[in-house]
T-cell receptor
Framework: QKEVEQDPGPLSVPEGAIVSLNCTYS??????FMWYRQYSRKGPELLMYTYSSGNKEDGRFTAQVDKSSKYISLFIRDSQPSDSATYLCALRGNYGGATNKLIFGTGTLLAVQP | DSGVTQTPKHLITATGQRVTLRCSPR?????VYWYQQSLDQGLQFLIQYYNGEERAKGNILERFSAQQFPDLHSELNLSSLELGDSALYFCASSARGGTGTYNEQFFGPGTRLTVL
């Protein structure tokens, strides 16, 4: 079983729609939860990070973490064609203070149609 | 632009060959990470260096090795290349390397390796 599961999509929505992207994970040791956006042929860039459970909002983006269910979500409101990209969830645990390595989901390809 | 640079952008080589990928971290960042991104496996952590020393290893093959130099740039060496090594290789950097507090990893543009 993979440590992080993410539906690869593709997900196609009309402009202005609310988008919901999700990941599930198996290891309860994960403490930091991140969402990265990756445009085609580019490196991933950080959208948001959340520590432990709860919600975090940044403009049109909202990240949710439910540690009891081991479930994380990213919501995009009023989606725009420029949001078309691959969205990757990433998790970081506490590896005894030694490392900051990230475990990534496989990514969900999102296409927002004008 | 993340401030992380990687060279070359593209690399085409043959099976059995050896290549070196180079990464320069953001100014002031001490930690460098290498990731491999393939269609079937997604983005996989390979190895981390912090201030010249190896900090953590992931699913890195024995044919692969890396190092971080005193000027903090890093190189990933891939040898005895196989078709399955074709992938995007990303370097990321962060200010620190541990888990005390959150510190963001900034990704470079990647090197696309094609093994024929």
């Amino acid at each position: 079983q993979k440590e992080v599961e993410q539906d690869p999509g593709p997900l196609s929505v009309p402009e202005g729609a609310i988008v919901s992207l999700n990941c599930t994970y198996s290891n309860s040791a994960f403490q930091y939860f991140m969402w990265y956006r990756q445009y085609s042929r580019k490196g991933p860039e950080l959208l948001m990070y959340t520590y432990s459970s709860g919600n975090k909002e940044d403009g049109r983006f909202t990240a949710q973490v439910d540690k009891s269910s081991k479930y994380i979500s990213l919501f995009i409101r009023d989606s725009q064609p420029s949001d078309s990209a691959t969205y990757l969830c990433a998790l970081r645990g506490n590896y005894g203070g030694a490392t900051n390595k990230l475990i990534f989901g496989t990514g969900t390809l999102l296409a927002v149609q004008p | 632009d993340s401030g992380v640079t990687q060279t070359p952008k593209h690399l085409i080589t043959a099976t059995g060959q050896r290549v070196t990928l180079r990464c320069s971290p953001r100014s002031g960042d001490l930690s460098v990470y290498w990731y491999q991104q393939s269609l079937d496996q997604g983005l996989q952590f390979l190895i981390q260096y912090y201030n010249g020393e190896e900090r953590a290893k992931g699913n890195i093959l024995e044919r692969f090795s890396a190092q971080q130099f005193p000027d903090l740039h890093s190189e990933l060496n891939l040898s005895s290349l196989e078709l399955g090594d074709s992938a995007l290789y990303f370097c990321a950097s962060s200010a620190r390397g541990g888990t005390g507090t959150y510190n963001e990893q900034f990704f470079g543009p990647g090197t696309r390796l094609t093994v024929l």
